[in-house]
């Protein structure tokens, strides 16, 4: 016989929001000193929160009224904000953003690191902080996500087509997305006209499931420097007449209805991966967008990889080259350098630079800049940090009088932390889009170098993402 389970008792707190965690999720503790996470909370909120997940040492929770908001509390911009999990703190004023920014930054060095450092800057601002994005990805899905408002007006919503952003923990489920607020103007449009069109065409949208359906993701990216904007859309195979003709639509007048797109493709990827690839037919304009950075002009293909915000971006690279301080004699190395992004002003100031990277395509992506920018003292090599061998690689190589480096949020591999202590670089420039690792490996590495300056930098307003360079000096 079965068994009726017991409905849970909803459990409601009333909470003092305190502080922000390295996540962005905001921190509370109940009158028993139980620390509380909620999201989408401000620092000084008072709240009441609904318990989700309780445990011994902790609970979990989301807000189901604010009764004080807090002072730095502020309207976002976006209806989606605190749904999507892309700008998780929208509803925070920027100046309080860059400070909780950079408290995160000296929490994981005390917390983590547990070693001395000189000094923390306050975090660089980004000059822009709406529509700073150069690069997005939508998905289209089966399995609409529906908000507790919507199931609430008891419409009857079309659930089975959606073009927008995965729900955060959900690879199945997609929010429909009307506009966001972080990629260019010119991208809203697309979104919608797009939208419009597959309805129109009564075209499916892909499930992840059962790996079936049309439509799979929109790919766009663009370029300050040249006001380029590049449409990518990615789909199954056609087999449908109606597949057949929303391709021809999108061929002979996407373009000529958004005017700002500048190079058109179709990808076909009938792979089981939800990663953006394929095989790319270009149907009008270039096969590339190219962004000038510090003077430096980088071609960008549809998959490469370049950072995300072109207006932060001069700033980011002046202030690795300020804290790196290269003199015309000097040997850099750039480790982790992809396509050259750091290498090429780095090369504007240096003798000689040597980049490394293990990505071929990267590679051939930065040779290629190489040969556009007439660049002659930069050393390109594709190769496996993470070997043990690559030790032998290195003593090869012209010894460094600074090294630059720049690894995945993972951090540097163990291996390669023992090379760089065994080189021994009177100067290492630790580029990181993750302080926590960051904190870990400069304690392995404290072992010879002391820290004597760290820059925060927001490459990522309204989010918790937060960049940062750490400079470490030789103890002898």
């Known amino acids: 016989m079965s068994r009726k389970h017991k409905r849970q008792e909803i459990i409601i707190e009333q909470l003092t929001i305190e502080s922000l965690g390295n996540e962005g999720v905001a921190i509370a503790r109940n009158e028993e000193g139980i620390v509380h996470f909620i999201k989408h909370a401000a620092p000084g909120d008072i709240i009441k ?21 807090s002072t730095i509390r502020i309207e976002p911009l976006c209806s989606h904000a605190g749904t999507c999990g892309g700008c998780s703190w929208q509803h925070i004023g920027y100046e309080h953003q860059l400070y ?27 000059p822009q902080q709406e529509y700073y994005r150069n690069k997005m990805e939508f998905s289209f899905g089966s399995s609409k996500w529906l908000t507790e408002d919507q199931i609430a007006s008891g419409e009857d919503l079309k659930k089975d087509f959606a073009f927008g952003l995965h729900i955060p923990g959900r690879f199945d489920k997609i929010l429909d997305i009307e506009a966001c607020y972080i990629q260019p103007k010119a991208g809203n449009a697309i979104l919608e006209l797009l939208r419009n069109k597959a309805l129109d065409f009564s075209i499916s949208a892909y499930n992840p499931r059962s ?15 040249h006001n380029e904007l590049m449409s990518l859309l990615i789909t199954q195979t056609p087999k449908e007449e109606n597949e057949f003709l ?8 996407a373009k000529q209805l958004i005017p700002e797109i500048t190079s058109l493709a179709t990808v076909e990827n009938n792979s089981l991966s939800p990663i953006a690839q394929g095989e790319i037919t270009f149907l009008d304009g270039s096969p590339y967008i190219t962004e000038q950075v510090l003077g430096i002009n980088y071609q960008i293909s549809p998959f490469s990889f370049f950072q995300t915000n072109s207006y932060q971006l001069p700033d980011f690279l002046k202030s690795i080259i300020s804290q790196a301080d290269i003199s015309r004699h000097d040997t850099v190395w750039d480790l982790y350098c992809g396509a050259g992004t750091i290498s090429f002003p780095i090369a504007q100031k240096a003798k000689h630079c040597i980049a490394i990277e293990l990505s071929q395509s990267s590679i051939n992506d930065a040779k290629n800049n190489q040969t556009i920018n007439n660049v002659d003292n930069i050393e390109f090599h594709c190769f496996d940090l993470h070997k043990k061998q690559a030790i032998e690689f290195l003593h090869t190589l012209s010894k460094p009088d600074c090294i630059i480096i720049d690894p995945p949020r993972a951090g540097i591999n163990q291996i390669l932390l023992d090379h760089l202590l065994e080189i021994e670089s009177p100067k290492l420039i630790y580029v990181s889009c993750n302080p926590a690792t960051q904190a870990r490996d400069c304690a392995i590495l404290s072992e010879k170098y002391i820290i004597t300056h760290i820059q925060p930098v927001d490459m990522f307003p309204h989010t918790a993402h937060i960049e940062s360079i750490a400079t470490l000096i030789l103890k002898s």
């Open 211 to 225: 790996h079936t359906g049309f439509l799979r993701t929109l790919l766009i990216r663009s370029t300050l420097a």
């Open 246 to 253: 929303f391709l021809e639509w999108w061929k002979n007048e």
């Open 100 to 126: 909780w920014k950079k408290q995160h930054t000296i929490d994981v060095f005390d917390r983590i690191g547990k070693i001395p450092y000189n000094h923390i800057a306050d975090t660089l601002p980004s």
């Open 49 to 69: 929160a609904e318990i989700r997940h309780k445990k011994k040492r902790y609970a979990e929770g989301i807000i189901r009224e604010i009764i004080v908001p």
